[in-house]
């Protein structure tokens, strides 16, 4: 059974940082693209970050410069760490796994919020 939970999340002030956490279980998020997305109430879900099989990693134009996406094989894992966050930041942000057989699995989601 595959399981995929997002944590790190909490409230910071702007200009904080923070590391949201993807961990999951029966999958190898080694042999897979994984990507952040977040969503806002009332605004539509926005691809934030991605990190493919092969470590190439994309961004969107957004968060270039303060967010990195990254890898942890031995504790299937992969992070996101966000720094300089400003208020526009605040969502809830999904980690979604997708196989190469087109499948695609993501958790709960985990709050961020940045106070001004």
């Known amino acids: 059974q595959v399981q995929v939970v997002e944590s790190g999340g909490g409230l910071v002030q702007a200009g904080g940082s923070l590391r949201l956490s993807c961990a999951a279980s029966?999958?190898?998020?080694?042999?897979?693209?994984v990507i952040w997305t977040r969503q806002t109430p009332g605004k539509t879900r926005e691809l934030v970050a991605g990190i493919t099989a092969r470590d190439i990693e994309n961004y969107v134009d957004s968060v270039k410069g303060r967010f990195t996406i990254s890898r942890d094989n031995a504790k299937n894992t992969v992070y996101l760490q966000m720094n300089n966050l400003k208020p526009e930041d605040t969502a809830v942000y999904y980690c979604?796994?997708?196989?190469?057989?087109?499948?695609?699995?993501w958790g709960q989601g985990t709050q961020v919020t940045v106070s001004s």
């Open positions: 029966g999958i190898a998020l080694s042999e897979n693209e």
């Open positions: 979604n796994v997708a196989t190469r057989l087109g499948r695609g699995f």
